[in-house]
T-cell receptor
């Protein structure tokens, strides 16, 4: 199965700023996803990162707040824009495979 | 999306078998039953999946009811490292609906 490198692993950011999270997969994958996991909660899907086209966002998530890039079949970025303390969470990247999906270890974001 | 229902938590003793139940009464004919687990401070990891027949791999076994409205993840000998949140997820075979939608999962505690 694919191996995912996600960075940064954690960051503390000032409100009003933006953070870009990178997700690198060690093999070409068709599907990549971005999730958010708030403390003590389950994972919530933010969007599907589509290669060569705009990401597909889930209800409650918009491109202006969470712009996503997917320039090729092994890489994607998620930007958390104009951050507020409510954006403090763990953000996880996932990549699809024939057997199952692999997840990165997550980016722990704290907004102060 | 078809939904799954799991108990909130379960306790087990080390080296004993564990049966984690999942109800999915609205499952469609093209939905696969997937199980993932999330260890503390890690991203989810794939455990096992199946469609109609029971499945075994090195991590666990998956028993699927004949009507497919329920399934059970079986850990044959629980270890302390198996303490995690286990998610039962229905996933469509292909296409835009191949995303994983996480429920609350079941928290497994293992007593030494």
């Amino acid at each position: 199965s694919a191996v995912i490198s996600q960075k940064p692993s954690r960051d503390i950011c000032q409100r009003g700023t933006s953070l870009t999270i990178q997700c690198q997969v060690d093999s070409q994958v068709t599907m990549m996803f971005w999730y958010r996991q708030q403390p003590g909660q389950s994972l919530t899907l933010i969007a599907t990162a589509n290669q060569g086209s705009e990401a597909t966002y889930e209800s409650g998530f918009v491109i202006d707040k969470f712009p996503i890039s997917r320039p090729n079949l092994t890489f994607s970025t998620l930007t958390v824009s104009n951050m507020s303390p409510e954006d403090s969470s763990i953000y996880l990247c996932s990549a699809g495979g024939s057997l199952g999906y692999t997840f990165g270890s997550g980016t722990r974001l704290t907004v102060v | 999306d078809a939904k799954t229902t799991q108990p909130n938590s379960m306790e087990s003793n080390e080296e004993e078998p564990v049966h984690l139940p999942c109800n999915h009464s609205t499952i469609s004919g093209t939905d696969y039953i997937h199980w993932y687990r999330q260890l503390p401070s890690q991203g989810p990891e794939y455990v096992i999946h199946g469609l109609t027949s029971n499945v075994n791999n090195r991590m666990a076994s998956l028993a699927i009811a004949e009507d497919r409205k329920s399934s059970t993840l079986i850990l044959h000998r629980a270890t302390l490292r198996d303490a995690a949140v286990y998610y039962c997820i229905l996933r469509a075979y292909t296409g835009a609906n191949s995303k994983l939608t996480f429920g609350k999962g079941i928290t497994l505690s293992v007593r030494p």
